[in-house]
C-alpha cells in the first residue's frame, strides 16, 4: 500500500526490534532518559538516529520515532550532519557538545548561542551540497532549555542564534520558515537537532487563534521564533501535514497556567484550527483529529494521568501517541503537543 516516495511515520519500542526494523527507513530518533549505546546508537544503520536524552512516559524506557519511505534513499554526511535522503525528502540530524564549541566565550555569546549557530550554518550547507534546499520540519532539542546565563535565558539565546543563522544563511526569519518543536532535553548532553527538508517549496499554515511566533513581541525574547504553525509536504503522491509543537497560547498570551487539563484542552482547539486552515488552504479536506499521529510532551510526569485522558477522550484510543517528559520553552506551560498526518496515508497505528 505504501505509495513511492510518501512519508511514514512510526513510533515504536526500541526493545526486541527484528532485523528488518530498519528496512525502508529515511531516519528517526530514539528518545530515553539515558542515550546508550542501543543499535540505534551504533552507527552501523544506513540512516541517522537522532539521540535524544528525554525520559519517555509509561511503559517502555527507550522509544523510537521513525520515518520511513518507499523510495530508494541514498546516505551521507556534511560535517556533522548525518542525512538520508530519496527523491524528494532529505533526513538529516546532527548533536553538538556544546563544551567543544571554539569561540564560546567570544563576544560574550553562549556556547549554546554558538552551537546553535554553527548547527543551522551546517544545516543550510548540507540542503544547499545535496540539493534539497527547502527545509520545512525542525524538532530542536536543547539541554536545560529554561535555564539562564549571560542574562538570558537558555531557550532566548536558541531563538537569536537560529534567527540570526537564518538572516547570514539568506533565509527568510518570518512567512517562509520551518515548522518546528523546540524542548529541553537532560541538562549536561548535547543541542540535537534533526530535520526534514523537500526539493519542492513546502506548504506553510499559520493558526488564525495565535500570533505567527514570528511576530511574537520582544516579551519572550529579543528575537522572535522563527517558525511556521504547520508545513505540508507533497511527495509520492501523498500530503504529509507536520503540526509543530503546539500549546495553550491564544493571542501571544499563554493561557490556563497551573491547569494542565484546561492547557491540554486549548491545546487541542489550536490543533484543530490547524487541520481546519490546512484542509481550507492546501489539502482540500480537513483531517479528523484520530487520523494524527501525536508526540505530547509533559512538563510534570505527575500530570501525564489528567493529560492523556484528555487526549484520549478527544481523539479516541487507537490513535498513535508518544508521551515525553520534557521542559517546555515557557515556564507557564505544562504541556505541548505536536502532530503529523496524511491525505490519503494513515499513520501507521
Ligand atoms: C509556542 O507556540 C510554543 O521555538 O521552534 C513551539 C514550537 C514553541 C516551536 C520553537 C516553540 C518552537 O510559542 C513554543
Known amino acids: 500500500m505504501d505509495r513511492p516516495g510518501a512519508l511514514k511515520l512510526e513510533y515504536l519500542p526500541a526493545a526486541g526490534r527484528s532485523p528488518e526494523w530498519g528496512?525502508?527507513?529515511?531516519g528517526g530518533a530514539l528518545f530515553d532518559r539515558v542515550p546508550r549505546d542501543s543499535p540505534a546508537a551504533s552507527g552501523g544503520l544506513g540512516f541517522p538516529v537522532a539521540q535524544v536524552s528525554m525520559p519517555v512516559l509509561g511503559d517502555e524506557r527507550e522509544m523510537l520515532e521513525l520515518w520511513r519511505i518507499g523510495d530508494e534513499v541514498r546516505a551521507g554526511n556534511h560535517?556533522?550532519?548525518?542525512?538520508?535522503?530519496?527523491?524528494?525528502?532529505?533526513?538529516?540530524?546532527?548533536?553538538?557538545?556544546?563544551?567543544?564549541?571554539?569561540?564560546?566565550?567570544?563576544?560574550?555569546?553562549?556556547?549554546?548561542?554558538?552551537?546553535?549557530?554553527?548547527?543551522y550554518r551546517e544545516i543550510f550547507a548540507t540542503l544547499a551540497a545535496v540539493g534539497h534546499p527547502h527545509l520545512l520540519r525542525v524538532w530542536n532539542y536543547i539541554p536545560d532549555i529554561n535555564g539562564e546565563t549571560h542574562g538570558l535565558e537558555r531557550y532566548r539565546q536558541f531563538n537569536s542564534a537560529r534567527q540570526e543563522a537564518l538572516i547570514a544563511g539568506g533565509r527568510a526569519i518570518a512567512g517562509n520558515v520551518p515548522a518546528a518543536s523546540a524542548l529541553g532535553a537532560a541538562p549536561g548532553g548535547p543541542l540535537v537537532v534533526y530535520f526534514l527538508a523537500s526539493r519542492t517549496a513546502p506548504a506553510l499554515i499559520e493558526n488564525p487563534r495565535q500570533v505567527s511566533a514570528y511576530h511574537y513581541p520582544a516579551q519572550y525574547g529579543p528575537?522572535?521564533?522563527?517558525?511556521?504553525?504547520?508545513?505540508?509536504?507533497?511527495?509520492?503522491?501523498?500530503?504529509?501535514?507536520f503540526i509543530s509543537g503546539t500549546a495553550s497560547i491564544v493571542g501571544h498570551r499563554t493561557l490556563h497556567s497551573g491547569d494542565p487539563v484546561a492547557q491540554t484542552r486549548e491545546t487541542l482547539r489550536n490543533i484543530e484550527a490547524l487541520l481546519e486552515e490546512a484542509g481550507r488552504t492546501v489539502l482540500g479536506t480537513r483531517l479528523p483529529l484520530d487520523a494524527l499521529a501525536y508526540k505530547v510532551y509533559v512538563r510534570d510526569p505527575r500530570d501525564l494521568p489528567p493529560i492523556r485522558a484528555q487526549l484520549t477522550q478527544a481523539i479516541g484510543a487507537r490513535a498513535s501517541v508518544l508521551y515525553l517528559q520534557a521542559d517546555i520553552c515557557r515556564r507557564d506551560l505544562?504541556?505541548?503537543?505536536e502532530a503529523v498526518g496524511s491525505r490519503g496515508l494513515r499513520p501507521a497505528a
Open 79 to 119: 560535517g556533522h550532519v548525518r542525512y538520508t535522503c530519496g527523491a524528494d525528502v532529505l533526513f538529516g540530524s546532527l548533536s553538538l557538545h556544546e563544551e567543544e564549541m571554539p569561540a564560546a566565550a567570544a563576544g560574550g555569546r553562549s556556547s549554546l548561542y554558538a552551537a546553535t549557530g554553527q548547527a
Open 223 to 241: 528575537r522572535s521564533p522563527a517558525f511556521s504553525r504547520a508545513a505540508v509536504l507533497r511527495s509520492g503522491d501523498a500530503a504529509t501535514l
Open 334 to 337: 505544562a504541556v505541548e503537543i
Open 23 to 26: 528496512r525502508g527507513v529515511l
